[in-house]
């Protein structure tokens, strides 16, 4: 089953949120730039998709043309695992093209041991992570 919904913006800083459903994963691709002021609106529209088609894995795909600052990647890698704490979801993040974060310990670090989401720089380290996950529920 692939259900889809796409958001666009033009102006100052460009985005395009395509949010996909493939099989019982749960797939956000975010390009352009990044737009969220507060990042736990981000997460939030993450859940939301989540538990709207009842998905219980997410795949984040950034491929955003500008690196965000060392504030904005705290910010996002620290409120993902505040936002998903109180869920049942597992969420990897694929920096698509290896710049966006200024180094993958900040999402380590931020995340304080929490193990619902885990940041890569490799699409298919992503999807292997999230696979005895799916294994595990039957999926």
Same mark, same amino acid.
């Given at each position: 089953?692939?259900?889809?919904?796409?958001?666009?913006?033009?102006?100052?800083?460009?985005?395009?949120?395509?949010?996909?459903?493939?099989?019982?994963?749960?797939?956000?691709?975010?390009?352009?730039?990044?737009?969220?002021?507060?990042?736990? =609106?981000?997460?939030?529209?993450?859940?939301?998709?989540?538990?709207?088609?009842?998905?219980?894995?997410?795949?984040?795909?950034?491929?955003?043309?500008?690196?965000?600052?060392?504030?904005? =990647?705290? &910010?996002?890698?620290?409120?993902?695992?505040?936002?998903?704490?109180?869920?049942?979801?597992?969420?990897?993040?694929?920096?698509?093209?290896?710049?966006?974060?200024?180094?993958?310990?900040?999402?380590?670090? =931020?995340?304080?041991?929490?193990?619902?989401? &885990?940041?890569?720089?490799?699409?298919?380290?992503? &999807?292997?992570?999230?696979?005895? =996950?799916?294994?595990?529920?039957?999926?």
């Amino acid at each position: 089953m692939i259900q889809s919904k796409s958001i666009s913006r033009s102006g100052t800083t460009p985005y395009h949120v395509l949010i996909n459903q493939v099989a019982d994963v749960l797939q956000i691709t975010l390009s352009g730039h990044w737009f969220y002021n507060d990042p736990k =609106a981000f997460w939030t529209m993450v859940v939301r998709e989540s538990q709207s088609r009842d998905l219980q894995h997410a795949l984040i795909r950034l491929q955003l043309c500008e690196p965000l600052s060392i504030k904005e =990647a705290c &910010e996002l890698s620290g409120s993902a695992n505040a936002a998903l704490s109180n869920h049942d979801i597992r969420v990897a993040v694929v920096d698509s093209n290896l710049n966006s974060f200024p180094d993958k310990s900040f999402w380590d670090v =931020a995340g304080s041991g929490c193990f619902k989401s &885990e940041l890569f720089m490799q699409l298919n380290d992503a &999807e292997q992570w999230l696979r005895p =996950a799916l294994k595990s529920s039957n999926i």
